[in-house]
């Protein structure tokens, strides 16, 4: 796999997705909304997260706000935002794009993956 799909599938794990759609179902079905709307508010919030991070426009702020999910995956993320060197830009912005362009230069991001608390990496 690689270091996008597995950045991709980290951000989901420490988000919870899974377990916030069927707390969030439960809550939601009661008022009326559809799955399909609640899958949608559940995967926009994420999407969100998901395109500050492959960006590292990260408004801590707005995180801080959202949950302690946000800010614990985003404490847990940083290390491997951080492994870049100083100024290093990722291709378009986007990190997914620039893992597939440039793999060679996510070596020690992947290396530090490897050994920190994201196990699903």
């Not at 590292?56 to 999910?69: C, E, P």
């Not at 290390?79 to 060679?104: C, H």
Request: charged share 25%; proline share 3%; with cysteine.
């Amino acid at each position: 796999m690689r270091f996008g799909q597995h950045l991709r599938r980290a951000v989901n794990t420490l988000l919870g997705i899974r377990r916030q759609k069927a707390i969030m179902e439960r809550d939601l079905l009661d008022q009326g909304l559809s799955t399909e709307e609640i899958s949608a508010r559940i995967l926009e919030t994420a999407r969100r997260f998901k395109l500050a991070i492959s960006s590292r426009q990260i408004n801590t702020d707005l995180i801080r706000q959202q949950s302690d999910v946000f800010w614990e995956a985003l404490q847990a993320l940083l290390p491997v935002l951080n492994s870049y060197p100083e100024g290093y830009r990722f291709q378009k912005d986007n990190i997914y794009y620039d893992s597939k362009t440039r793999p060679a230069n996510h070596i020690p991001a992947r290396l530090l993956v490897s050994t920190s608390r994201i196990t699903c990496f």
